[in-house]
């Protein structure tokens, strides 16, 4: 008998009876996350609903051998939670409990399935809100979050997920169940867990930091005739001593697949938009308020809405957040890329990206937190004509070369996952990837945490070898040890 099928009798008797799915139709919900592009069908996919029981199943994983994957909700953009057909896919959809809210030390602690959305939800009335907002934060789990280090829209002036939790319990990679604290002296071992991507063991109780709602919120949307022109609003903006809650620029093209999706009435003939959102003490944001308005315009903005009710903020929003899917109103198929640059070089990119579209043929939408330089081109394709598709996916490449020549980095948080564990050595030497490993192999010696995500060829630990080059310096230094 092959070993998952031993591995999944042994499952069935630590799980509820309904928490094991073996049937092939409904395994192949299973089979990819939002990057649809790559799929496999999970050996088996399981269900618990506790983290001893989730101890319990990695255990088992252990012992036969079998490598096992976590899943939230399934948006992440990178194959994170691409399943393996050899493994296990453990889904935290049934841990969705809001354990305690503390508002006196302004922290709630949830089950790791629980959304992004659903903290801030449970605490609004009280004048709370959970502060990282991805734009999939209605359906994305705060597991995934973790896993991620998501970040959001109003990251730039309130940092992202790694700011925001306070302590985590977490399933080792062998099976015990620990807590991650940022007080614990030493090493910051939270730290290194969060964005992690679920190689290093699986969240099962989060902590998070609640933030006080502030007192004002402003959002305007400026118009421009040309992406350089918001460039220039942008840099004014920062230059002035200025940290909105918000910056975002969408160009001509992504402004168009938004208008086809969501008719969110943008000004006509807008060649880029900036959304930018001030929030705070009223004072400070009314005082903020006049310096913006007057640097957008200074850069060229033809038109400023600002909203003047809750309604005409989500409206100028919903076009921002619906973005990624609207451009499906435009291409038959397209590619959401995640880079980031220093934002004094977004002009350069975003040039450089212009020059791609013309060599390959592709057009490119742009879409990005501008303040913090992370861009998300939408690179569109018709994957029904020859060979467009492998054109869109070196295009895609390209700009990620762009964004490391411009000293940025190859993901601003959508993470690595099994889509960009190619490019890691565009990024990081031998030696980087390997001592990164075995900060890897010292929570997971046998290498069954998500393999094969991230590092872009499975070394050190028990994972099969890929061509290695003698051993690691740090080994042969006695100052590590390869398990
Ligand atoms: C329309 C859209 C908009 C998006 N916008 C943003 C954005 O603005 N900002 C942003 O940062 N991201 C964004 N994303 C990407 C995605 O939503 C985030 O990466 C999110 O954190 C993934 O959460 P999830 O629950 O869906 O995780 P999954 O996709 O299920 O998993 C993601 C990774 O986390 C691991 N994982 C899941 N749960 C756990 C756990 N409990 N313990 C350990 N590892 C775990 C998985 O193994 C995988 O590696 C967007 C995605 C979509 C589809």
Redesign the pocket.
């Known amino acids: 008998m092959p070993e998952l099928e031993r591995l999944t009798e042994r499952l069935a008797a630590v799980l509820p009876p309904d928490a094991v799915i073996t049937d092939p139709v409904r395994l192949r919900t299973y089979e990819c996350?939002?990057l649809t592009h790559h799929r496999a069908t999970p050996g088996v996919v399981v269900l618990p609903g506790t983290a001893e029981q989730i101890a319990a199943v990695v255990r088992l994983c252990g012992e036969h051998g079998v490598p096992f994957?976590?899943?939230?909700?399934?948006?992440?953009?990178?194959g994170?939670?691409l399943p393996r057909t050899d493994g296990v896919l453990i889904v935290?959809s049934r841990m969705r409990r809001i354990v305690e809210i503390d508002i006196p030390n302004r922290r709630a602690v949830v089950e790791?399935?629980v959304t992004?959305l659903a903290i801030t939800e449970a605490v609004r009335d009280q004048g709370y809100y959970y502060a990282p907002?991805?734009?999939?934060q209605q359906?994305?789990?705060i597991?995934?979050?973790?896993?991620?280090n998501?970040?959001?829209?109003h990251c730039l002036k309130y940092g992202f997920t790694v700011n925001h939790v306070l302590a985590a319990e977490?399933v080792t990679p062998d099976g015990e169940i620990v807590e991650l604290s940022a007080d614990d002296p030493g090493y910051d071992l939270l730290g290194a867990f969060i964005g992690?991507?679920?190689t290093l063991?699986?969240?099962?109780r989060i902590t998070v930091r609640l933030s006080r709602a502030p007192e004002a919120v402003t959002t305007l949307l400026a118009a421009f005739t040309g992406i350089e022109a918001g460039g220039r609003a942008v840099s004014s903006v920062i230059a002035a001593g200025v940290v909105p809650a918000a910056i975002e620029m969408m160009d001509a093209l992504a402004i168009e697949a938004a208008e086809a999706a969501v008719h969110c009435r943008y000004p006509a003939g807008a060649g880029a938009v900036l959304v930018v959102e001030l929030d705070g003490p009223r004072a400070e944001v009314e005082h903020q308020f006049a310096a913006v308005e007057r640097l957008c315009r200074d850069s060229g903005a033809f038109e400023i809405r600002v909203a003047a009710s809750a309604e005409e903020r989500a409206a100028i929003w919903k076009g921002r957040k619906s973005a990624?899917?609207a451009v499906g109103r435009i291409s038959p198929a397209y590619i959401?890329q995640d880079g980031v640059v220093p934002r004094t070089a977004l002009p350069r990119v975003l040039a450089g990206i212009d020059r791609l579209q013309e060599e390959y043929g592709i057009r490119v939408a742009n879409v990005f937190h501008a303040g913090d330089g992370n861009l998300h081109p939408l690179v569109l394709f018709d994957d029904t004509v020859p060979g467009e598709a492998e054109r869109a996916e070196a295009v895609s490449g390209r700009i990620l070369d762009l964004c490391v020549e411009h000293g940025g980095s190859i993901t601003g948080?959508?993470?690595v996952?099994v889509d960009k564990a190619r490019y890691m050595p565009r990024m990081f030497t031998e030696d980087d990837l390997d001592t990164m490993q075995l900060l890897r192999c010292a929570f997971d010696p046998e290498g069954l945490a998500?393999p094969g995500?991230v590092f872009p060829t499975p070394r050190l630990c028990g994972e099969a070898p890929g061509v290695r080059r003698g051993a690691h310096p740090l080994v042969e230094a006695g100052l590590a040890e390869q398990f």
């Open positions: 996350d939002g994957v976590a899943r939230g909700s399934g948006t992440g953009l990178s994170g939670a935290t790791p399935g992004n907002d991805p734009s999939s359906v994305c789990s597991g995934g979050n973790v896993a991620e998501s970040g959001g829209a977490i992690s991507e679920g063991g699986i969240a099962t990624f899917a959401v948080e959508h993470g996952g998500n995500k």
